[in-house]
């Protein structure tokens, strides 16, 4: 059973990991290994270099399954937060979509005229475009953004509001695809390759749209933040 109230800096970090497993890909976009043995959150967090209110208010955040503005965006590190959007990218566009491919190259047969096949490749490859073009756009031009408002350099005439509004769900090529495999791949013996590489693209679908909450819930207001200060 996952844990309803807010986790605190006292909890012990394996208490977060065994309470909620899916908080692994949180520790590892800031950068926290495990071996941590008995340590709290807060002693972790200060030994890694990592700000400990940053990390709780996402973690809490995604505990909460919910769409509401944390009450304490003023005191979240906007570059601890913007290390872990970066690291959150360089998971999804380095590991998880190239080991989701390979997976599905594995799992389909692809050595003949199989048009199904192919499609679902082609699908697949279309949906990890939109999101590495998503996520360039971030990488380029809102991080940029918001480290030159941290400094006080030129931004261009750049407001988070334009990346709000671009800031749509990359989900209708994904849907296509799973639709494609649960209806219309023809099943051929064992599938325990098709539906696990089926597994890791719900997973995926999910950990992105988790993804996305944190940037549209915690990061952008945070940058909103900064514009009013800054004005």
């Known amino acids: 059973m996952y844990k309803t109230s807010k986790y605190t800096p006292a909890d012990k970090m394996s208490y977060l990991i065994c309470d909620n497993y899916t908080l692994l890909q949180v520790m590892s976009r800031f950068d926290l290994s495990l071996g941590f043995g008995d340590k709290t959150v807060q002693e972790v967090c200060r030994e890694n270099g990592v700000d400990c209110r940053t990390f709780l208010a996402v973690v809490n955040f995604m505990i909460e399954d919910s769409d509401r503005m944390e009450d ?46 192919f499609l679902i490749l082609k699908f697949f490859d279309q949906y990890a475009g939109e999101v590495r073009k998503h996520m360039d756009y971030e990488d380029v031009n809102v991080f940029t953004y918001v480290e030159n408002l941290m400094t006080g350099r030129e931004t261009g005439g750049f407001r988070i509001s334009q990346f709000a509004r671009r800031h749509d769900q990359i989900d209708a090529t994904l849907t296509e695809l ?16 098709l539906n696990a590489v089926l597994f890791d693209i719900f997973s995926c679908e999910q950990d992105l749209a988790s993804h996305c909450r944190v940037e549209d819930y915690l990061f952008v207001p945070a940058v909103r933040r900064l514009e009013k200060e800054g004005k």
């Open 72 to 117: 304490d965006v003023k005191d979240i590190s906007m570059p601890s937060l913007m290390s872990y959007l970066k690291q959150a990218h360089h998971y999804f566009l380095d590991f998880c979509l190239p080991t989701i491919r390979r997976k599905l190259i594995e799992a389909i047969d692809c050595s003949t005229e199989n048009e199904v096949a």
């Open 178 to 193: 799973k639709n494609i495999i649960i209806k219309y791949y023809p099943a051929k013996g064992n599938n325990h390759l």
